[in-house]
């Protein structure tokens, strides 16, 4: 369907085609006024309705109707009788007219409307309807065949039409990208009135229905029953809008109504499944047949017959006698049911027949049974019988009624209101505030061409060396577990040259890449010794090693190996001690005995101060796994008290093992604290100790690491295009780093909205996108953290909270969405894939102002391959969408886009959520060292585009000002954790001055006073 900008032509066209009347909506602005003054408003017209095709949105004064309720016939004090016409305001009809037109085009060129619709249609009038039916049951007549026509009626047809089915069938129909955005704001929100001579409801939403009396209404409507004629190959549909008529001929009456009927239970079951209601009541139907003699056909129904020569006067009430006493039905209960009930049924019964044979003639028969009808108003069904105390009620009950006169008409005003919408208002959007919504592809930066660094090759590093399992000098138990339990055929290279050393006893500081099995380096060494302790060692003898890690998540992967090992000897109980945990239960765990202690710092040290029964005069085993992560977040301080006093409280000599993918002068001066004439082990293939190989990086060979470019604004459609094509078309596993915790929270939610726009089975999907950064709760994060691990494809998004040391098999694509502040950061963050030999993949994403990262990690000997923008949008866009030239993937990115952009502008949480984002990214980003902030500065940021990949149109100077909930809340609890720490103090300051006073000896009463008074005055000075 057409997609392309208005034309001012299209505009003119379209005003023409309206009628000119005087009926306004709420806006009291007639056509014909608009188009006395259209050349002077035409310009601003022209933008305002092209800018509304092109972003798929529809101004919310423009969807507000004024309902005028049309009586059509039977009684007027029944709400059901009145046709309610939306009248809309002057600009909203000159819209629907642009649009229809082009629908209308789209439809009658492809010939997607039923050929025999003859509702709202050129050249398909109701008079060619009519001639149809003729035409149809003459020739069933040449034929002589009966034709049986069945007229069916829906209860508020226009009312209850389902958005959701709407909306579907429009896609189905080839109505896509912004036309269907466009549908879908058109179709929400929308808000009416009831006004009715003077009296006059207030706004309220309407949940379902297209407007009657629109241009657009009776087309979407058509368009919903189009498929109507699809449920039966044997009738003949004539449709006429809401009106829907089937026919069928054939020369045996019985297999004439039996085929009809089994064909109308499937048409019911059809409007069944599309949230329609047929009118029972008012579907009639009819028998065609040629004239036959009179007195040779009489007509049957159920015990009774009428002749074609009967004489109303004389016979009426011998024909409701008749009914009456031939039914067996009406025999049975006689006696049992009110007079008037009866009188009612048998006149409902008569009124049947004569509706369909007699037509006009009926009046005669039917004025005698005027005042029954008006008595009772009782259907046949569900009748219950009636004492005379009861039917006195029920005639008092009708006479009522009928006082209320006036009253009643005027009351059905507000039922009709409550029968058709919900009862809530809902503020609309004023055309001060339109939001102007930039182009994806224009005015972008240009990408800079980047030359890579040819000379450039990766440090080599050998994963798998010749030695086997059974080489090792290990107790036979532990060697059958390795086999067994984690299926060990051969040792890595950086597990062949450091397990000997460690197995002599010798201190060792480890160097190798992230994925190569380093905690088999110290673990077996370890277990493998306490193993052998003479004599055998059990939980009560406390524990013997201390591995302490630098985050919770690697605190469990270790914990989890450690404890697969000891599987080996059941009398070695590993346990493990970190942050979120509850103290009193590792209390607990302590006081049973643990022998090998997986902990982080803080937890450690903590246990250290308050925990007395935790013994660490044995321990004999001391490792500080991923050393540069425990000293770049601030831990140097916390290890130097634990070794302090691991120094001060055990006079046994202690093997320590210092390990990272990294190592600098920060990591060699912990080194010299804990380790004492210690080996270097490097699993590159430099032999010796090497000053120099300090600051070389190794990254494994089998990695292949990737750039790509991105302007800002296309960044957000990018990433989601990248992640659907990889993870969920070629189910593979994916990591995605972003610089704080609120991207990791937007993306997450973002990624939902935009599977579920490009996936029909994106409920199924949603539960293979994860999230994990630091303000999680620990259960949150283990859980997230394992089903990942799991799962057989996904994405993760994640903070650096996932760089270091986590263990994920087949991670197939690292992405770096947020550039990191420090090169170590890169590698950790690429070393989640490409593990123990397996073959993996990086990719970074740069802005154009960012492309001198490149070098930068040239110049660290690392290799990137640039990925061309447009390839990884197309990937993605051609698989999906089978769009081929540049136009229309550019068409197709723009909707996805919009997608995200819309529900920032519907939902308010989800614009706080991309708020925070962007106020935390623009924080970040300030945040990066001296030595790339040429790279990485404010300054070279447009922060408009910025917004934009977080799905904002709002200008930046209106996004900063803007707080938004997250944040606000993070700040109160900051608070909050800051007083509680500073009342703690407090108390413990309070604790040590009773103690010392315990010690010193009890307290005289002039002491007892003094200190009384002292403490008073402190109160009374904290009030102040």
């Known amino acids: 369907m057409d997609e392309s900008k208005l034309d001012i032509n299209e505009l003119r066209y379209a005003l023409d085609n309206l009628k000119n009347n005087t009926c306004v909506g709420f806006d009291n602005i007639s056509i014909n006024v608009v188009k006395s003054v259209f050349h002077i408003i035409e310009t601003s017209l022209y933008h305002i309705f092209n800018l509304s095709l092109q972003s798929g949105t529809v101004l919310e004064k423009l969807k507000i109707a004024r309902v005028l309720p049309i009586f059509k016939s039977g009684d007027d004090t029944d709400s059901s009788n009145y046709r309610p016409i939306s ?58 065949r009966f034709t049986l026509g069945v007229f069916i009626d829906l209860s508020k047809a226009f009312d209850t039409v389902n958005h959701v089915i709407l909306l579907k069938k429009l896609e189905h129909y080839g109505i896509k990208n912004n036309n269907l ?26 949940k379902c229905g297209v407007p009657q009396g629109s241009t657009l209404g009776p087309l979407l409507f058509s368009l919903y029953i189009n498929d109507l004629s699809l449920t ?16 069928y001929s054939h020369r045996d009456i019985k297999t004439l109504f039996k085929v009809v009927n089994e064909e109308v239970n499937k048409v019911n079951e059809w409007f069944f499944c599309n949230k329609l209601s047929l009118n029972a009541n008012k579907t009639k139907f009819i028998l065609f047949h040629k004239p036959t003699k009179t007195g040779n056909l009489p007509l049957k129904l159920p015990n009774l017959k009428i002749r074609p020569d009967l004489e109303f006067k004389a016979d009426a009430n011998r024909v409701i006698k008749g009914i009456f006493y031939q039914d067996a039905e009406m025999k049975r209960s006689f006696g049992l049911y009110p007079e008037l009930v009866l009188n009612d049924t048998t006149f409902k019964l008569t009124d049947l027949l004569l509706d369909h044979m007699f037509k006009n003639k009926k009046k005669t028969l039917k004025n005698q049974f005027k005042k029954m009808e008006n008595e009772s108003d009782s259907l046949l069904l569900n009748l219950e019988p009636y004492t005379p105390k009861e039917k006195s009620a029920y005639v ?12 009643q008409k005027k009351s059905f005003v507000k039922s009709t209101h409550s029968n058709l919408i919900k009862s809530k208002s809902q503020s609309y959007v004023d055309p001060a505030h339109f939001t102007t919504i930039s182009s994806l592809f224009n005015k972008n930066p240009d990408i800079p061409q980047v030359i ?12 798998f060396s010749s030695e086997n399992v059974s080489d090792l000098p290990i ?73 302490i890690v630098p985050t919770r998540e690697l605190a469990l992967q270790t914990f989890n190996i450690v404890q697969d ?31 090998i202690i997986v902990a982080t710092p803080g937890r450690f040290q903590y246990h250290l101060k308050e925990t007395s029964c935790l013994n660490v005069s044995k321990i004999k085993y001391l490792v500080l796994d991923e050393a540069d992560k425990l000293l770049s977040m601030g831990f140097e301080k916390t290890i130097k008290e634990i070794l302090g006093f691991l120094d001060q409280h055990s006079s046994l000599k202690r093997q320590s093992v210092l390990l990272s993918a990294t190592l600098s002068k920060d990591i060699e001066n912990l080194a010299s604290l804990s380790l004492s004439n210690h080996v270097f082990v490097d699993s590159s293939k430099k032999d010796d100790f090497d000053p120099k190989a300090i600051h070389e990086y190794v990254v494994p060979s089998s990695l292949t690491q990737y750039f790509v470019t991105v302007p800002a604004k296309l960044r957000l459609v990018t990433i989601f295009c990248f992640i659907c094509d990889n993870a969920f078309v070629e189910k593979k596993k994916i990591i995605v780093f972003v610089s704080n915790k609120n991207s990791v929270h937007f993306h997450y939610e973002a990624l939902k909205l935009f599977l579920a726009e490009v996936d029909t089975h994106s409920e199924m999907l949603f539960k293979n996108v994860y999230m994990l950064h630091g303000d999680m709760t620990q259960e949150q994060r283990f859980k997230n953290f394992d089903l990942f691990k799991e799962s057989s494809f996904g994405v993760l998004f994640c903070t650096d909270v996932g760089a270091r040391g986590l263990d994920i098999k087949k991670v197939d694509w690292i992405v770096q969405y947020s550039c990191p502040t420090q090169f170590e950061d890169y590698l950790h963050r690429v070393g989640r894939t490409a593990r123990i030999g397996e073959k993996g993949k990086s990719l970074l994403f740069l802005l154009p102002s960012e492309v001198g990262y490149v070098k930068f990690l040239n110049d660290s000997l690392v290799i990137l391959n640039e990925v061309d923008l447009f390839n990884v949008l197309k990937d993605f866009i051609i698989k999906k969408y089978s769009c081929k030239t540049q136009n229309k993937i550019e068409e197709k990115v723009t909707y996805l886009q919009n997608i995200i952009e819309l529900e920032c502008t519907k939902s308010k949480n989800f614009k706080q959520l991309a708020i925070s984002a962007y106020n935390s990214f623009i924080q970040s980003y300030s945040s990066y060292p001296s030595t ?29 000002n803007q707080v938004a909930m997250q944040p606000a809340g993070i700040k109160r609890k900051q608070k909050n954790d800051e007083e509680n720490k500073l009342l703690k103090e407090s108390k413990k300051q309070k604790m040590l001055k009773l103690k010392d006073e315990v010690i010193s000896g009890p307290r005289t009463k002039k002491e007892n006073s003094a200190l009384k008074k002292k403490n008073s005055s402190k109160k009374k000075n904290i009030r102040i």
């Open 396 to 407: 008092k009950k009708k006479s009522i009624q009928k006082e209320k006169g006036y009253e």
């Open 181 to 206: 955005l466009w549908f879908k704001d058109y179709l929400s929100n929308r808000q009416q009135y009831i006004q009715y001579e003077n009296v006059k409801t207030t706004k309220s939403i309407i």
């Open 452 to 463: 890579s660094n040819n000379n450039v090759s990766n440090v080599e590093e050998v994963v």
């Open 87 to 144: 009248v809309l305001p002057c600009f909203s009809k000159l819209l629907e007219r642009i649009m229809y037109n082009r629908v209308n085009s789209y439809l009658t060129v492809n010939n997607m409307l039923y050929n025999k619709q003859f509702g709202f249609k050129k050249k398909h009038l109701t008079d060619h309807a009519l001639t149809e039916l003729v035409t149809h049951v003459t020739n069933a007549f040449n034929d002589d």
């Open 475 to 547: 107790s036979d138990r532990l060697r059958n577990n390795l086999r067994d339990q984690f299926k060990f055929k051969s040792l890595t290279q950086i597990q062949m040259i450091s397990i000997p050393p460690l197995l002599n006893g010798k201190d060792a500081m480890i160097k190798s890449p992230t994925g190569s099995g380093k905690t088999f380096c110290y673990a077996i060494p370890i277990i493998d010794k306490i193993i052998k302790m003479k004599p055998s060692i059990g939980r009560q003898d406390g524990p013997f090693a201390l591995i």
């Open 932 to 960: 790339v902030k040429e790279m990485f500065h404010v300054k070279n940021l447009h922060l408009g585009h910025i917004a934009k990949s977080f799905g904002l149109r709002d200008a930046p100077n209106k996004l900063v």
């Open 232 to 247: 039966s190959n044997i009738l003949n549909f004539i449709l006429f809008a809401d009106d829907s008529n089937l026919f």
């Open 565 to 595: 090992l000891c599987k080996s000897c059941i009398s070695i109980v590993p346990g493990m001690l970190i942050g979120g945990e509850k103290c009193k239960s590792e209390k607990a765990r302590l006081r049973k005995g643990i022998n």
